[in-house]
């Protein structure tokens, strides 16, 4: 429709043409007057394996250029429903995590003043805790919907208390989740003590291990999960490697028999129906994902969670 935004057609100028924004949508220089907006934070000073997610925003961008307008499965049509635009780059500062988390916080503060919803490129994990802040600010103690092969409740990494493998231990002490409304999909592979997976369940989160989703449709599940996250704010942060690196190896951490991809369309389209107010796909490295296809997955995903973002309309 004329009055929103639309994803520049490849029928105007070639998928391989173009500034390489996310889903070829126009630039904005900030949230104002958005619903929503992609926002990308080049950032992997978190990682502790492989680096590389800095690149993730980037590679993700230009993997977006063959998605078009309308979600065929859903019937989704989120551009003839919000003003959504690429917001660009968070200037994080390379030399100084916690620099950068603090101008993250500031960024996402922002763009939530302005009514806007921010979907992120990540980027490494780390990114979650300071949007949550911003999250609580702007709406209180958040749901969560945290797909992810590893738990990230970390008290410490090499003696510090922020990094990719932290956000969600310090969420839990800062008060930024509502505990009774968080689920835990896709957990899975070796730790460091028999017990790693009950901490979360002592917070009162849904644990869910990828063990639990082999071999099966996930969409009982999401009805599980509807009816626990509803009734208020709900965020989803969608790390790369909940998938199987069969359809993800482009990532830091890699870890073997993880989900597939139509399990985590399954569990971003159960999402529908939700209060969600935010989102993030992160830790994609294209150091390590030659044909692409890690950021060709994270891409179609951030597409997805438009789709089920409050007031998107779905045609007939």
């Known amino acids: ?37 992609f926002i990308g934070v080049p950032m992997d000073s978190g990682t502790s394996n492989r680096p590389g997610a800095r690149l993730g925003p980037r590679q993700i ?63 490494d994990h780390t990114l979650l805790l300071p949007v949550l802040r911003a999250m609580r600010e702007r709406h209180g103690p958040v749901g969560l919907i945290h797909v992810d092969a ?43 003590a028999a017990d790693d997976f009950d901490w979360p369940r002592q917070q009162g989160f849904r644990v869910v291990p990828a063990e639990d989703c082999w071999h099966r449709s996930l969409k009982p599940l999401m009805e599980q999960v509807r009816e626990q996250l509803q009734g208020g704010p709900v965020y989803v942060s969608f790390d790369i490697d909940s998938l199987d690196p069969a359809f993800a190896p482009g990532t830091g951490t890699a870890e073997i028999a993880g989900l597939t991809a139509p399990q985590a369309l399954e569990i971003i389209r159960g999402a529908h129906g939700l209060d969600i107010v935010g989102g993030d796909l992160v830790e994609v490295a294209p150091p390590y994902d030659p044909s692409g296809n890690t950021a060709l997955l994270g891409a179609n995903l951030l597409f997805e969670l438009l789709c089920v973002l409050p007031g998107v309309k779905r045609r007939s």
């Open 1 to 37: 429709m004329a009055e929103f935004n639309q994803p520049l057609s490849g029928n105007d100028i070639p998928r391989f043409g173009g500034i390489a924004t996310m889903m070829r949508l126009p630039v904005r220089e900030s949230a104002v007057g958005l619903d929503a907006a």
């Open 61 to 123: 961008r230009d993997e977006s250029r063959m998605l078009r307008p309308y979600n065929m499965a859903t019937r989704a049509a989120p551009f003839d429903s919000l003003q959504v635009a690429d917001i660009g780059d968070v200037p994080v500062n390379p030399f100084n995590l916690h620099k950068s988390v603090d101008i993250i916080h500031d960024c996402y503060r922002d763009v939530l003043s302005r009514n806007c919803t921010p979907l992120t490129l990540g980027g």
């Open 150 to 192: 590893h738990a990230d409740i970390n008290d410490l990494m090499f003696g510090e208390k922020i990094a990719h493998g932290t956000p969600l231990r310090r969420a839990v002490e800062e008060d930024l989740l509502d505990c009774r409304r968080v689920v835990q999909i896709g957990l899975r592979g070796t730790g460091y």
